[in-house]
């Protein structure tokens, strides 16, 4: 049970821990006793040989921002408006930003990290909540809702942290409105346009440990390298939702709905960091211990525009239904959800 969790907490870090170390403006130092100082610079270099080639990744940081974005339209009730009074879903959604159109995208990726940037990504909300109330009382086929998403978490072994904020304040109005056809065997719920404001905060701490070496550091001092890596994602987002969306009740119980719509980013900032977190060794005198300090950042932003399409396919019984939403971005970008919820 705690592997399985693990790895869906792992989901928005993949690509991380894919790269081992895709950072802008790399800065090492290793500082070892003063008998060996002779060794500082070759274990330096061992070390800029092996991170180097990921030193600068702009696309890569830009597409984490994008997918922090899709992932932000979690817990939706799209095609689930109409209620009297009251709605309540709890959802997840899970988003990917691909390089290109190939399903097997991420099979690829070291591949290409290897030969330079990639623009690639991934984001999760894993628990979002969202409250909706009918505000006919003031305005005829008006609905206020409000989202929120909290999710915390730390490995019992130290080496993993996840901590996920989100609010949100979403206004729905109905510009058509429903009606039944074919004696409500097929029932179109209207025409919606809905839009307001997310606020979204994600931060994903790893602990990641690299292939150990062992070299000649110069005068035949050997030296055993074991660079541990402290890995760090911090994305921000304040997101403007603006959607577009028609759906019908089939039979009762079948939900589908489509739409078109825009996420509008007003303001991200996207930043991966890497710190040191290991030891080089002389291997003739183990006592003398080299200090690593590996300090490494790419900072970027998220597209301030970002177009989707957008379909769900749900249940309803009664009160109560659990839907799939999808949506598809320009440029790559998708993002899959889970919503359960009750509109009374």
Do not use: H
Request: some cysteine.
């Amino acid at each position: 049970m705690k592997r399985a969790k693990l790895i869906i907490l792992l989901f928005p870090v993949l690509m991380i821990l894919a790269i081992t170390g895709a950072y802008a403006a790399m800065n090492i130092t290793v500082d070892f006793p003063d008998t060996y100082n002779g060794a500082e610079a070759e274990t330096r270099n061992r070390l800029l040989n092996e991170l180097g080639k990921y030193e600068n990744l702009p696309d890569l940081t830009r597409g984490f921002g994008n997918a922090a974005t899709y992932a932000s339209n979690a817990a939706t009730m799209r095609g689930y408006q109409g209620y009297n009074f009251l709605c309540i879903a709890v959802g997840t959604m899970a988003a990917a930003q691909a390089p290109d159109a190939d399903i097997f995208f991420y099979q690829k990726v070291q591949d290409q990290l290897d030969d330079g940037d990639v623009y690639a990504g991934l984001g999760a909300n894993p628990l979002v909540g969202q409250v909706g109330i009918n505000m006919g009382f003031i305005i005829p086929d008006l609905y206020l809702s409000f989202k929120f998403g909290k999710f915390d978490y730390k490995a019992d072994a130290g080496n993993m942290g996840y901590d996920n904020n989100l609010l949100g304040v979403i206004v729905d109005y109905q510009l058509i409105p429903s009606r039944s056809i074919l004696a409500g065997i097929l029932f179109w719920k209207g025409l919606n346009i809905e839009s307001g404001f997310i606020y979204s905060n994600n931060n994903v701490v790893y602990t990641q440990e690299l292939d150990s070496m062992e070299f000649d550091a110069g005068g035949g001092v050997m030296v055993n390298l074991d660079p541990s890596i402290d890995l760090e994602m911090d994305i921000e987002s304040y997101i403007i939702p603006v959607e577009i969306y028609s759906a019908c009740r089939l039979f009762y119980v079948i939900n589908f709905g489509v739409g078109i719509g825009m996420d509008y980013v007003y303001k991200n900032s996207t930043d991966l960091k890497i710190r040191s977190a290991g030891t080089a060794t002389i291997v003739a005198d183990p006592g003398s211990k080299g200090i690593i300090d590996i300090d490494a950042g790419t900072s970027n932003k998220a597209d301030r525009y970002r177009f989707k399409g957008m379909v769900n396919l749900g249940l309803g019984f009664g009160p109560v239904f659990v839907d799939i939403p999808i949506n598809v971005y320009l440029d790559n970008g998708y993002a899959v959800g889970l919503s359960v919820g009750i509109a009374l």
